[in-house]
C-alpha cells in the first residue's frame, strides 16, 4: 500500500542527498605529501549554514567537525 511505500520513498530520497552531499570531497593536490589527517581537513568542507540546512542534515553540514 501507499502507505508504506511514499514514506519509504521519502526517507531514502533524504538519506542518500544528505549522506552524498556530506561524503563528496573537494579536489586537493594530490602532490603534497601530507598526514592523513591534513589531507582529510583540506579536501573536507562544511555546507553553508542555515535554519533549514541544520535542521534537513541533522547538522551534518558540519562535516569537518563531524
Do not use: K
Not at 605529501?33 to 534537513?56: G, I, R, Y
Amino acid at each position: 500500500s501507499s502507505c508504506v511505500y511514499v514514506p519509504r520513498y521519502l526517507e531514502s530520497t533524504w538519506f542518500i542527498w544528505v549522506s552524498q552531499m556530506n561524503h563528496i570531497p573537494m579536489d586537493i593536490d594530490y602532490d603534497r605529501n601530507e598526514d592523513w589527517v591534513s589531507t582529510q581537513l583540506h579536501a573536507t568542507c562544511n555546507v553553508n549554514q542555515s535554519v533549514f540546512n541544520d535542521w534537513f542534515t541533522g547538522h551534518l553540514n558540519f562535516q569537518i567537525e563531524h
